[in-house]
């Protein structure tokens, strides 16, 4: 991946202050926001939709007035929709009905093929600005040879967030295989530090030490994937799958975790983490945000590394990849090429710069020629790495449309001692099949 310096990032200590304050926004649902100034009347306008979040808005004025301000025949005007289930069926409905915006983000992989693409979307295929779009995040916007989108954000990682002082203070060494990994929660444990923070208080947190764990599923069983989607591999029966509930039951039966794991929420994990009274935190990387609104001054004491299994020669991340920016198929003639030219426009450095100014990015940006600002945490810089050494695979999220609901709480009960991995395990294949069922997949 190519690298360029971008325009002057603010600074984390700003940031942080703008992490503690609240923002508050209304917006009708679709509604028109009037992004930038000026404009010329023979331009043509089309509408760029996007998820009403504060931060999601403002990063698309930002690239809204830009590019309207780097040239006079295209002018882009930002309208919101709604966030959660109310905003997925929004888009699914408006697409279906032929009333869709212009162009609109939405996120990549199985969410994106719930939106039968082939028949919704316009292929961008063959378009010279796919050329600078990084061959990862192709697959999670693609069906069969067409690809419909160009990435918006940056990637990010599923892992262990972890106290560097206190790594530094033992001696320890970032892990590359299970084994290391309980070695060092062992000497962890004996200095009197949680050895592994887990925060069941959120539910959704219990799931990092499976869900991180695909890569090592992936690296162990290439086509764990593609046969777990056709009902042919179980989580309960593979030997590669089932070590993430493995390992789940494992931190609980060996002492590893905070006392107050079951009641504890993020920020309580994370102001743990940060005083170095834990020093592990299976997370996503996106929590970067979190530690600056709640422990801003430590941030330069965590860092970020892969699950680790068996094998430190296949050691790598576990990847979430950005949502994408897509045109409907109800976007014709002259309105489609101003899209077109607005997609080629957020494939640039500069787009990526503007993004960088509005948030702080927590992986790569998977465009050529993009940097990451110098002053990024350094968990950040920990999941770039990854990334620059292609030692990374595709959450499964991204490869199967199948995830039971119930995961969270299964896990919940396998680390607090309540349920072994292996009936888990089991209880997650019933859970999902029941999923599988509903999708009318085949081989269910």
């Given at each position: 991946m190519a690298h360029r310096t971008g325009r002057t990032p603010r600074t984390l200590r700003v940031l942080a202050a703008l992490s503690l304050t609240p923002l508050v926004l209304t917006a009708c649902s679709a509604g028109s926001l009037g992004s930038s100034d000026g404009g010329d009347g023979d331009a043509t306008t089309i509408s760029y939709l996007v998820d009403n979040a504060p931060q999601t808005v403002s990063t698309a004025e930002a690239l809204a007035e830009a590019f309207n301000g780097s040239q006079s025949d295209v002018r882009v005007e930002v309208q919101t929709r709604p966030q959660g289930g109310e905003g997925d069926n929004l888009v699914k409905t408006r697409l279906q009905t032929g009333s869709m915006a212009d162009l609109f983000a939405y996120n990549s992989g199985s969410l994106f093929q719930q939106l039968a693409p082939a028949t919704t979307l316009t292929p961008l295929t063959g378009e010279d600005f796919l050329d600078d779009v990084d061959d990862s995040f192709d697959p999670q916007v693609s069906v069969g040879d067409d690809v419909y989108g160009v990435p918006m954000g940056t990637a990010f990682g599923g892992g262990v967030l972890y106290n560097r002082a206190v790594y530094d203070q033992l001696g320890l060494q970032v892990p590359k295989t299970w084994a290391e990994f309980t070695a060092n929660n062992e000497q962890i444990k004996a200095a009197g530090i949680a050895p592994v923070i887990q925060t069941y208080g959120e539910t959704w947190t219990s799931q990092l030490l499976v869900l991180g764990d695909f890569h090592n599923v992936a690296a162990a069983n290439p086509s764990f994937a593609e046969d777990y989607t056709a009902g042919e591999a179980k989580y309960a029966t593979d030997p590669a799958a089932i070590k993430g509930f493995e390992h789940t039951q494992q931190v609980h039966d060996l002492g590893f975790q905070n006392a107050d794991y079951?009641?504890?929420?993020?920020?309580?994990?994370?102001?743990?983490?940060?005083?170095?009274?834990?020093?592990?935190?299976?997370?996503?990387?996106?929590?970067?945000?979190?530690?600056?609104?709640?422990?801003?001054?430590?941030?330069?004491d965590i860092g970020f590394f892969a699950l680790p299994g068996d094998d430190p020669a296949t050691n790598g991340l576990t990847a979430w990849f950005p949502g994408g920016v897509y045109v409907p198929k109800s976007t014709t003639g002259e309105k489609l090429d101003a899209a077109k030219q607005f997609l080629a426009y957020l494939t640039t450095a500069d787009a990526c710069d503007i993004q960088s100014e509005e948030s702080i990015p927590t992986g790569p940006y998977l465009v050529d020629g993009c940097d990451l600002p110098d002053d990024v945490p350094q968990i950040t810089k920990d999941v770039n790495a990854y990334f620059e050494a292609g030692a990374q695979s595709p959450a499964l999220e991204y490869l199967s449309p199948i995830k039971g609901p119930a995961l969270e709480q299964i896990l919940v009960e396998v680390g607090s001692g309540i349920r072994s991995a292996q009936d888990g395990a089991a209880l997650y294949d019933q859970d999902v099949e029941k999923q599988a069922r509903q999708l009318g997949l085949d081989g269910w």
């Open positions: 079951a009641s504890a929420k993020v920020e309580d994990g994370i102001r743990t983490l940060a005083a170095g009274e834990g020093a592990h935190y299976p997370l996503l990387s996106t929590n970067v945000a979190t530690i600056l609104s709640v422990a801003p001054e430590k941030i330069d």
